[in-house]
């Protein structure tokens, strides 16, 4: 057996099975090997019969002296009942419908199960196991049986021993496993050979092999990921011809002349990373990461200027019509007189226009271009293309990233921008293929956003409060987590909320509501109203968590905060306190459940992106936070990026130096490809 075959060659498993297995993406002797337990039982504290306690479940062991076989009344079910004895005490042992079990309780047998105790015989004293988890029978000592058991994620119509019987058929023909750490890698960090670290994750013969075989698990997930992310990084340093851009000049200087403010500490020292990145000979590969408002537009901007006085063209990629816009508007009113021609790839334009602006841009009559995921498409063709910038970076992923770099006749340089925050440690897994910039504090001036959690019986004084704001001149956002109401669902809709405020406590003031299932011309009228002042209330869902900057819009209402994430309602309380007003953000939720209570009260106490990211990874996990902030990675499995710290930078320090044996590095590669196949596939390809 090999684990490539398919399950159908493991011994149990026919093609029903196989066709339950598929449904939770198992399909191959591999894929189950790697459905690790999501929990273990303890069942190495053996009760005496003497010491049970009635309605707990408990491990006995006896032996059996006595089986009977009955029927139940109206249901006629097969009933098998074995007497145990330990030498302490007695109990008797029910199996309900289990036919197979007759030929397996034999008298004089071990028996070792775990399961819910009750008493029998209506209390008179005498204890039965009618409720049995999980049992063995054999013939040796009790201490050669597995004691910590795993529990498996499985469906109803999966039992935990169908896993646990299947995974142990593939160990009995598995002689070996074929190794993915070098012997040496392995030896540094102490780490199990593979074939036992799978079978003591499975199988774990004592707590501390368990933890040891889980840590070799993780770090085999991670040098691999770090493998495939050191690749990717190198491979801007090798093959096409790359740019070397000169000292910044006139251009760049008159630039940041025209800036109305003076650059930050913390943005001057980013702006001088980038900088010397893109005068080295290697390409410059960079995230900047700053919370919103921190601006990172602003670095994108001179970035931008420095590659067109070098000779050639930059693109901006924005997720959104309208953040795209929003840089146009900004950069066509801030570079203006200074000769450059910008233009905005928009999806308004007509077909006419478009291929006009094509033409401009392959005739490079066009300097910088803003625009969409429109920027990646096979019409789009540069000139000469020296920089990439990507806003808000998790929106599209390494091989959005990689299409729009091809377009280039060289490596161009890229440049990164997120204002979702990441723990600092972490950027390492998230953007193992860049070097990382932030930037910590926000330009002074902005004003600190106060934050309020209230449950939903104060609706009727915060939107009070909310229409003496709107008298006083403010403007104001309500947020809603979905755009129709559902009988189904209990969740607040758009639609719904902008027809009771509207024509209920705001029936006076100009409101308007903005959801994604409007036509985009349709949006730009309400945005563009709303920008002007016109509206005073916009009632919108999460269309509006990036891009929009309306200084006048001093209060945010969010109802049923609970429904969101915490970088989510981080990055729509960033709409307000843009202004010189005090700004306001208003949770309203009535969820009783304590995690989500948490969450929302630590929004509530801080307004640091980097610890809200940190508590958010805490409370829903970290197993998927690859795919969510990275499109193109694959999800871990075992290693818990929080947590696992350690591991990681051991991860990252092996694979570095493997990094530097070509031989040896190839062949993790070809694993890399076949484990996460098309995860890593067309990145690698590129």
Same mark, same amino acid.
């Given at each position: 057996?090999?684990?490539?075959?398919?399950?159908?060659?493991?011994?149990?498993?026919?093609?029903?099975?196989?066709?339950?297995?598929?449904?939770?993406?198992?399909?191959?002797?591999?894929?189950?090997?790697?459905?690790?337990?999501?929990?273990?039982?303890?069942?190495?504290?053996?009760?005496? *019969?003497?010491? /049970?306690?009635?309605?707990?479940?408990?491990?006995?062991?006896?032996?059996?002296?006595?089986?009977?076989?009955?029927?139940?009344?109206?249901?006629?079910?097969?009933?098998?009942?074995?007497?145990?004895?330990?030498?302490?005490?007695?109990?008797?042992?029910?199996?309900?419908?289990?036919?197979?079990?007759?030929?397996?309780?034999?008298?004089?047998?071990?028996?070792? !199960?775990?399961?819910?105790?009750?008493?029998?015989?209506?209390?008179?004293?005498?204890?039965?196991?009618?409720?049995?988890?999980?049992?063995?029978?054999?013939?040796?000592? @009790?201490?050669?049986?597995?004691?910590?058991?795993?529990?498996?994620?499985?469906?109803?119509?999966?039992?935990?021993?169908?896993?646990?019987?299947?995974?142990?058929?593939?160990?009995?023909?598995?002689?070996?496993?074929?190794?993915?750490?070098?012997?040496?890698?392995?030896?540094?960090?102490?780490?199990?050979?593979?074939?036992?670290?799978?079978?003591?994750?499975?199988?774990?013969?004592?707590?501390?092999?368990?933890?040891?075989?889980?840590?070799?698990? !993780?770090?085999?997930?991670?040098?691999?990921?770090?493998?495939?992310? *050191?690749?990717?990084?190198?491979?801007? !340093?090798?093959?096409?011809?790359?740019?070397?851009?000169?000292?910044?000049?006139?251009?760049?200087?008159?630039? /940041?002349?025209?800036?109305?403010?003076?650059?930050?500490?913390?943005?001057?020292?980013?702006?001088?990373?980038?900088?010397?990145?893109?005068?080295?000979?290697?390409?410059?590969?960079?995230?900047?990461?700053?919370?919103?408002?921190?601006? %990172?537009?602003?670095?994108?901007?001179?970035?931008?200027?420095?590659?067109?006085?070098?000779?050639?063209?930059?693109?901006?990629?924005?997720?959104?019509?309208?953040?795209?816009?929003?840089?146009?508007?900004? @950069?066509?009113?801030?570079?203006?007189?200074?000769?450059?021609?910008?233009?905005?790839?928009?999806?308004?334009?007509?077909?006419?226009?478009?291929?006009?602006?094509?033409?401009?841009?392959?005739?490079?009559?066009?300097? =910088?271009?803003?625009?969409?995921?429109?920027?990646?498409?096979?019409?789009? %063709?540069?000139?000469?293309?020296?920089?990439?910038?990507?806003?808000?970076?998790?929106?599209?992923?390494?091989?959005?990233?990689?299409?729009?770099?091809?377009?280039?006749?060289?490596?161009?340089?890229? *440049?990164?921008?997120?204002?979702?925050?990441?723990?600092?440690?972490?950027?390492?897994?998230?953007?193992?293929?860049?070097?990382?910039?932030? =930037?910590?504090?926000?330009?002074?001036?902005?004003?600190?956003?106060?934050?309020?959690?209230?449950?939903?019986?104060?609706?009727?004084?915060?939107?009070?409060?909310?229409?003496?704001?709107?008298?006083?001149?403010?403007?104001?956002?309500?947020?809603?987590?979905?755009?129709?109401?559902?009988?189904?669902?209990?969740?607040?809709?758009?639609?719904?909320?902008?027809?009771?405020?509207?024509?209920?406590? @705001?029936?006076?003031?100009?409101?308007?509501?903005?959801?994604?299932?409007?036509?985009?011309?349709?949006?730009?009228?309400?945005?563009?109203?709303?920008?002007?002042?016109?509206?005073?209330?916009?009632? !919108?869902?999460?269309?509006?968590?990036?891009?929009?900057?309306?200084?006048?819009?001093?209060?945010?209402?969010?109802?049923?905060?609970?429904?969101?994430? /915490?970088?989510?309602?981080?990055?729509?309380?960033?709409?307000?306190?843009?202004?010189?007003?005090?700004?306001?953000?208003?949770? =309203?939720?009535?969820?009783?459940?304590?995690?989500?209570?948490?969450?929302?009260?630590?929004?509530?106490?801080?307004?640091?992106?980097?610890?809200?990211?940190?508590?958010?990874?805490?409370?829903?996990?970290?197993?998927?936070?690859?795919?969510?902030?990275?499109?193109?990675?694959?999800?871990?499995?075992?290693?818990?990026?929080?947590?696992?710290?350690?591991?990681?930078?051991?991860?990252?320090?092996?694979?570095?130096?493997?990094?530097?044996?070509?031989?040896? @590095?190839?062949?993790?590669?070809?694993?890399?490809?076949?484990?996460?196949?098309?995860?890593?596939?067309?990145?690698?390809?590129?």
């Amino acid at each position: 057996m090999i684990l490539t075959d398919s399950v159908t060659k493991i011994k149990g498993v026919g093609p029903k099975r196989a066709g339950q297995l598929k449904g939770l993406g198992i399909n191959t002797v591999a894929d189950l090997v790697n459905w690790y337990p999501r929990s273990y039982e303890d069942r190495s504290k053996i009760t005496l *019969l003497s010491d /049970l306690v009635p309605c707990e479940i408990q491990t006995v062991a006896g032996t059996i002296l006595n089986v009977t076989e009955g029927r139940t009344g109206r249901r006629n079910l097969l009933v098998l009942t074995a007497f145990i004895s330990d030498g302490h005490g007695y109990l008797t042992i029910t199996w309900f419908n289990q036919k197979f079990l007759k030929n397996k309780l034999k008298v004089g047998s071990k028996l070792l !199960a775990t399961g819910k105790v009750e008493y029998a015989y209506r209390g008179r004293g005498q204890f039965a196991m009618s409720y049995v988890k999980d049992f063995v029978v054999y013939d040796g000592e @009790f201490d050669d049986y597995n004691v910590i058991t795993p529990i498996y994620h499985s469906t109803g119509s999966i039992k935990q021993k169908f896993f646990r019987d299947s995974i142990k058929n593939v160990f009995a023909e598995l002689d070996n496993l074929p190794e993915v750490i070098p012997e040496e890698i392995a030896r540094k960090y102490d780490l199990l050979d593979r074939l036992e670290a799978y079978r003591e994750i499975h199988f774990p013969s004592t707590k501390e092999k368990l933890l040891t075989a889980r840590n070799t698990i !993780a770090f085999e997930e991670l040098f691999l990921i770090q493998c495939g992310l *050191l690749y990717i990084k190198s491979q801007t !340093a090798t093959g096409q011809k790359s740019i070397r851009h000169i000292t910044s000049g006139k251009m760049v200087r008159q630039v /940041l002349g025209k800036l109305p403010f003076k650059l930050t500490a913390d943005q001057a020292k980013v702006w001088r990373e980038i900088e010397q990145d893109m005068e080295k000979n290697i390409p410059m590969r960079r995230l900047v990461q700053g919370d919103v408002g921190s601006g %990172k537009t602003v670095i994108a901007m001179l970035a931008l200027v420095k590659t067109v006085e070098n000779g050639y063209q930059g693109a901006l990629m924005a997720p959104t019509e309208i953040l795209a816009e929003q840089h146009y508007a900004s @950069f066509t009113e801030t570079l203006a007189d200074t000769g450059l021609k910008i233009a905005l790839l928009s999806g308004k334009l007509k077909k006419s226009q478009k291929e006009e602006l094509y033409d401009k841009i392959v005739r490079h009559e066009i300097d =910088i271009v803003i625009g969409t995921h429109a920027l990646i498409q096979d019409a789009v %063709k540069f000139a000469a293309l020296g920089l990439i910038v990507t806003d808000e970076q998790h929106r599209f992923g390494i091989n959005q990233r990689a299409l729009l770099e091809k377009k280039s006749a060289f490596s161009p340089d890229v *440049l990164v921008m997120t204002a979702t925050p990441i723990p600092r440690t972490m950027t390492l897994t998230v953007y193992g293929d860049l070097d990382v910039s932030v =930037i910590e504090k926000l330009p002074p001036g902005r004003k600190p956003i106060r934050t309020f959690l209230r449950n939903k019986d104060r609706r009727g004084l915060i939107y009070k409060f909310v229409l003496e704001q709107i008298r006083l001149g403010r403007q104001a956002y309500v947020v809603c987590p979905r755009i129709e109401a559902d009988e189904d669902s209990d969740q607040s809709a758009a639609e719904q909320i902008y027809e009771e405020l509207s024509t209920g406590i @705001f029936k006076n003031v100009n409101c308007g509501l903005i959801h994604g299932k409007l036509k985009n011309d349709v949006k730009e009228d309400i945005m563009g109203r709303f920008y002007s002042g016109e509206i005073k209330l916009l009632v !919108a869902t999460t269309v509006i968590e990036v891009g929009v900057n309306v200084p006048n819009a001093c209060i945010m209402v969010i109802e049923q905060a609970d429904r969101f994430g /915490l970088a989510q309602l981080h990055q729509l309380r960033g709409r307000v306190g843009r202004g010189s007003e005090k700004s306001y953000c208003i949770l =309203i939720s009535d969820n009783k459940s304590r995690t989500a209570m948490e969450r929302l009260e630590i929004l509530e106490s801080t307004s640091d992106g980097f610890k809200l990211a940190e508590a958010d990874i805490k409370l829903r996990g970290a197993g998927q936070f690859f795919g969510s902030m990275q499109h193109g990675l694959p999800d871990l499995k075992m290693a818990d990026v929080l947590h696992d710290m350690d591991i990681l930078l051991n991860a990252r320090r092996a694979a570095i130096e493997v990094f530097a044996d070509k031989e040896l @590095f190839t062949d993790i590669l070809k694993e890399v490809h076949d484990r996460y196949g098309q995860k890593f596939v067309n990145i690698l390809d590129n």
